[in-house]
């Protein structure tokens, strides 16, 4: 199978702008969570989506969203960007299984966002 | 509120000798954790995961890591390392607090491991 698929793999933005980001789960997964990871915050969770519904979202201010289609496909945006959201978001999709607790979450590449 | 913890920002070692990246967690109820490995400019690798059984979880690339109970623990560990195993690595804990109901994951800060030849 393919893996999880993000596109753009880069990007440049600058303040004010805002963002969309794509991300392809692996055939048969339906739930797709979004991550930014950068250096002084690390990893933190920003949403989960789960046939086409949200099921959990991170602490992050309403300019993030996100949304998932039928095809389980995702996508999440950012409007008005600000400096602070350069980062990597990582985009990771599991299993149908949901009610497995022990299911792994298969990462994409990342998309990396400058924001200038 | 669940947690884990990598107290170490950076491992090294020489290539050959054993390898331990610590991890302690902080969870109410049974743990479920992870390991997963980053190589530069890439997305997350899993490497293992604990979820009930032996103490001792086996993973991808001769990785195992040890869970132990009594000192909230899951070390990662290899016997022999290699310098293409240098990469950041993050422990990782299930957000329990949705009943289960989401893939939710807390990472750990990440420890990154340098192997030297």
């Known amino acids: 199978k393919a893996g999880v698929t993000q596109t753009p793999r880069y990007l440049i933005k600058t303040r004010g702008q805002q963002v969309t980001l794509s991300c392809s789960p692996i055939?048969?997964?339906?739930?797709v969570s979004w991550y930014q990871q950068t250096p002084g915050q690390g990893l933190q969770f920003l949403f989960e989506?789960?046939?086409?519904?949200?099921?959990n979202k991170g602490n992050f201010p309403g300019r993030f969203s996100g949304r998932q289609f039928s095809n389980s496909r995702s996508e999440m945006n950012v409007s008005t960007l600000e400096l602070g959201d350069s980062a990597l978001y990582l985009c990771?999709?599991?299993?149908?299984?949901?009610?497995?607790?022990?299911?792994?979450?298969?990462f994409g590449p990342g998309t990396r966002l400058t924001v200038l | 509120a669940q947690s884990v913890a990598q107290p170490e920002d950076q491992v090294n070692v020489a290539e050959g000798n054993p390898l331990t990246v610590k991890c302690t967690y902080s969870?109410?109820?049974?743990?479920?954790l992870f390991w997963y490995v980053q190589y530069p400019n890439r997305g997350l690798q899993f490497l293992l995961k604990?979820?009930?059984?032996?103490?001792l979880v086996k993973g991808s690339y001769g990785f195992e890591a040890e869970f132990n109970k009594s000192q909230t623990s899951f070390h990662l560990k290899k016997p022999s390392a290699l310098v293409s195993d240098s990469a950041l690595y993050f422990c990782?804990?299930?957000?329990?607090?949705?009943?289960?109901?989401?893939?939710?994951?807390?990472f750990g800060t990440g420890t990154l491991l340098a192997v030297q030849p």
């Open positions: 990782a804990v299930r957000d329990l607090n949705y009943g289960g109901a989401t893939n939710k994951l807390i």
């Open positions: 055939s048969g997964h339906r739930s």
């Open positions: 969870v109410s109820g049974n743990p479920y």
């Open positions: 989506y789960f046939s086409e519904t949200q099921r």
């Open positions: 604990y979820i009930t059984g032996d103490n």
């Open positions: 990771a999709s599991s299993p149908e299984d949901m009610d497995r607790a022990d299911n792994e979450q298969f």
